[in-house]
């Protein structure tokens, strides 16, 4: 069975720092590009931070600077490093797994609550 497990979302005040961790079981997790979605009240969502399995990394010009993808593929894990934090990241943030070879093979974790606010 496929699992995706975020944690480590909460509450923070603005210009604060939040460290998101996904854990993967029941994938080859070296085979997959993992990435970070986000999905704020009314909106569509979005992609936060993605790194292919072989470390690439990319992101959206409103987190560049500020967000850093990681993963560990001995412990099954990745993480996203979340500093200078802003109310508008204020959302749900999932973790996704997307095979890199095989199309269509993809899955999503619950999701894990980041609100950002004084």
């Known amino acids: 069975q496929v699992q995706l497990v975020e944690s480590g979302g909460g509450l923070v005040q603005p210009g604060g720092s939040l460290r998101l961790s996904c854990a993967a079981s029941?994938?080859?997790?070296?085979?997959?590009?993992m990435a970070w979605y986000r999905q704020a009240p009314g909106k569509s969502r979005e992609l936060v931070a993605r790194?292919?399995?072989?470390?690439?990394?990319n992101y959206p010009n409103s987190v560049k600077g500020r967000f850093t993808i990681s993963r560990d593929n001995a412990k099954n894990m990745v993480y996203l490093q979340m500093n200078s934090l802003k109310p508008d990241d204020t959302a749900v943030y999932s973790c996704?797994?997307?095979?890199?070879?095989?199309?269509?093979?993809?899955?999503w974790g619950q999701g894990t609550q980041v609100t950002v606010s004084s």
């Open positions: 029941g994938i080859a997790f070296s085979l997959y590009d």
């Open positions: 996704y797994a997307d095979h890199s070879i095989v199309p269509m093979r993809t899955y």
């Open positions: 790194i292919t399995r072989g470390g690439s990394t």
